[in-house]
């Protein structure tokens, strides 16, 4: 089912006054048109383009089919992808046109299926909001194919992290049985390497802020004054992978999953507003449409893991966002089902005018996140007992 909203009409992009428009993360709208999408090889002994085919190679076959992978190359795709990462920033400046995605959770037959409804790169540029790994049976599929795109395609393919990129949760919920069973700890050690360096948020085209989970509350009782950077640094960082909003609280809320916040509406649009934006799209729950909006269609959230864990009968969902903004969402069930009769939904948000400069400068001192966090992953985490 493909259902349709309109973000904005029209965008005032002022590309003359943006100056050193090159320092953009993406480029992903100016890669496709100069006839193709970067390639980049690992060096050594990964070949990324035989593994893509490898992985790809089980799309038809039976469910839970093992793609057979050498750990020399498992650990050549986190280290490389590693560094990419590093050399990218932490908030992602990312162009239109582009797909968005919520969890996968280890359900590798169902990340096929949202390449095969919206293209496998390069056809599409895609943006993940996290949750690779734990609960399925395939996280090591999952997270290899992603990372190996990443590595291709690094200017055109982008993951954000999610509350479960992270060793104290993915050592409970499955990865970390995997990786054990199939190679060993040592590698899974390698892939918190590499989590530990996912960027945390991501704006499109000036309208979408994308995260995990959500907004943060230590911005709005913290000035920074009682506490250390490093500190500062760790609630935002656990903030935005773990909060959730909800339609029963005003301001902020106790979570029930033991760690973060809860958010209201109220929240979500005094965050809009003062960074002049249309949407806060985000993952991190299950929904029953694949999709979910929150605060009058202010937030939406994703999630791509149809039938979760075999325990829901919920939707996996995907969000296409073109180049005029118009946002559509492709919406799929667990097999055999392939989607429900198609309808339209339109939503038209105040039109917003701002030089996207002072905009940047704005959230980047709301997000405040040092290189130094990300690699030494030195954030508070939920403690065992949570519910994730």
Not at 194 to 204: G, K, R, S
Request: charged residues 25%; hydrophobic residues 35%; glycine residues 8%.
């Amino acid at each position: 089912m493909t259902r349709v909203f309109l973000l904005s009409k029209a965008r005032n992009r002022l590309s003359e006054g943006q100056g050193d428009s090159g320092t953009r993360a993406s480029g992903a709208s100016r890669a496709r048109s100069e006839g193709g999408c970067q390639s980049v090889m690992a060096e050594g002994e990964l070949d990324v383009d035989s593994l893509i085919s490898r992985l790809l190679e089980v799309r038809g076959c039976r469910p839970g089919k093992i793609v057979q992978m050498t750990e020399a190359e498992v650990r050549g795709l986190c280290i490389k992808s590693r560094e990419i990462f590093l050399s990218q920033p932490i908030l992602l400046e990312l162009e239109a046109p582009l797909k968005i995605c919520g969890d996968i959770h280890g359900q590798y037959t169902d990340l096929l299926r949202l390449f095969e409804y919206g293209g496998f790169p390069p056809e599409a540029n895609y943006l993940f909001l996290g949750d690779y790994v734990d609960r399925g049976k395939q996280s090591l599929e999952t997270i290899c194919l992603l990372l190996a795109y990443k590595i291709k395609y690094p200017e055109n393919f982008f993951l954000l992290r999610g509350n479960h990129e992270c060793a104290s949760i993915n050592r409970i919920y499955g990865f970390y049985d995997e990786c054990k069973r199939r190679f060993n700890i040592k590698l899974w050690k390698t892939f918190t390497d590499c989590f530990n360096c996912l960027p945390i948020a991501a704006i499109v085209d000036e309208k979408i802020f994308c995260c995990h989970g959500g907004r943060s509350f230590s911005r709005s009782t913290v000035n920074g004054a009682d506490q250390t950077h490093h500190e500062t640094d760790g609630r935002l960082l656990c903030d935005l992978l773990w909060s959730d909003p909800d339609k029963d609280v005003q301001g902020w809320g106790e979570n029930d999953r033991g760690v973060s916040f809860t958010f209201g509406a109220d929240v979500v649009s005094k965050f809009l507003n003062r960074h002049d934006l249309d949407l806060i799209c985000r993952a991190h729950q299950v929904v029953e449409d694949g999709y979910e909006f929150f605060a009058k269609r202010q937030l939406v959230t994703l999630f791509s893991a149809p039938n979760y864990c075999g325990e829901f009968d919920n939707a996996g969902g995907m969000m296409s966002v073109d180049e005029t903004l118009m946002c559509s969402f492709q919406v799929s069930h667990d097999l055999p089902s392939y989607g429900r009769s198609n309808g339209t939904e339109r939503v038209s948000p105040q039109i917003k005018e701002i030089m996207f400069r002072s905009k940047k400068m704005m959230l980047e001192d709301s997000l405040n996140i040092s290189n130094h966090s990300r690699v030494s992953n030195s954030f508070p985490l939920a403690p065992p007992t949570v519910r994730s």
